[in-house]
Nanobody, 124 residues
């Protein structure tokens, strides 16, 4: 079982920055692929980024060049640095973990463990 706790959300103006963190309670953190998803009001959950077990990142096209995912295995923590935020980035952001074989999936159903979410609001 993996417990995930997100933090760092908040309200910012368009063009601003936020850094999300996700602390994981597991002794085998380095063996999990870690990802960020988001859900805007009235919309489905959307994959945002993944850091695989080697730390290699992948991103949805809409955040490339603005968001950076990283992981610190010594601290069991995942990060999402979000720069140049836009109003369309407004959503609840969730940290998720999955087994290595599913790490390339963008489908929420393939991710086994989820945090409770942290809200990001970007005003124009």
């Amino acid at each position: 079982q993996v417990q995930l706790v997100e933090s760092g959300g908040g309200s910012v103006q368009s063009g601003g920055s936020l850094r999300l963190s996700c602390a994981a309670s597991t002794y085998t953190y380095s063996t999990y692929c870690m990802g960020w998803f988001r859900q805007a009001p009235g919309k489905e959950v959307e994959w945002v980024a993944t850091a695989d077990t080697a730390g290699s990142p992948s991103y949805i096209d809409s955040v490339k060049g603005r968001f950076t995912i990283s992981r610190d295995n010594s601290k069991n923590t995942l990060y999402l640095q979000m720069n140049a935020l836009k109003p369309e980035d407004t959503a609840m952001y969730y940290c998720a973990a999955t087994f290595n074989k599913y790490g390339g999936s963008r489908y929420a159903a393939d991710w086994y463990y989820w945090g409770q979410g942290t809200q990001v609001a970007v005003s124009s």
